[in-house]
């Protein structure tokens, strides 16, 4: 069974900056599309940022340049590095996995489609 077991959140100033990680147990297919996504009170869910197996990456404009995405094949866990954080940034981050590698960049804005999900953890930026 696939677990995924989000960790890093918090509070900070706008301006700071925090790391997330996504620990993923229980997936074996070499084949991987890992993400974040993000959620704020009242608003849909939307896409932050994936990573697929062969190393390509896709973010949402809102975030571009000031958030980083990457995955740790040793340890089977992902990060998000976010920099240079606003306000806007406020929501509950969730990761999320599927096996479709080679759509992963367009499977980020299909949310929905995903098989895997965290339970999430919050990121609140204050002014």
């Known amino acids: 069974q696939v677990q995924l077991v989000e960790s890093g959140g918090g509070s900070v100033q706008a301006g700071g900056s925090l790391r997330l990680s996504c620990a993923v147990f229980?997936?074996?297919?070499?084949?991987?599309?890992i993400g974040w996504f993000r959620q704020a009170p009242g608003k849909e869910r939307e896409a932050v940022s994936s990573i697929d197996s062969d190393g390509r990456t896709t973010y949402a404009d809102s975030v571009k340049g000031r958030f980083t995405i990457s995955h740790d094949n040793a340890k089977n866990t992902l990060y998000l590095q976010m920099n240079s954080l606003k306000p806007e940034d406020t929501a509950m981050y969730y990761c999320?996995?599927?096996?479709?590698?080679?759509?992963?960049?367009?499977?980020?804005?299909?949310?929905?489609?995903?098989?895997?999900w965290g339970q999430g953890t919050q990121v609140t930026v204050s002014s």
């Open positions: 229980g997936y074996t297919d070499s084949n991987y599309c």
């Open positions: 999320a996995a599927d096996y479709r590698a080679a759509i992963c960049g367009w499977l980020l804005f299909k949310g929905a489609e995903w098989n895997y």
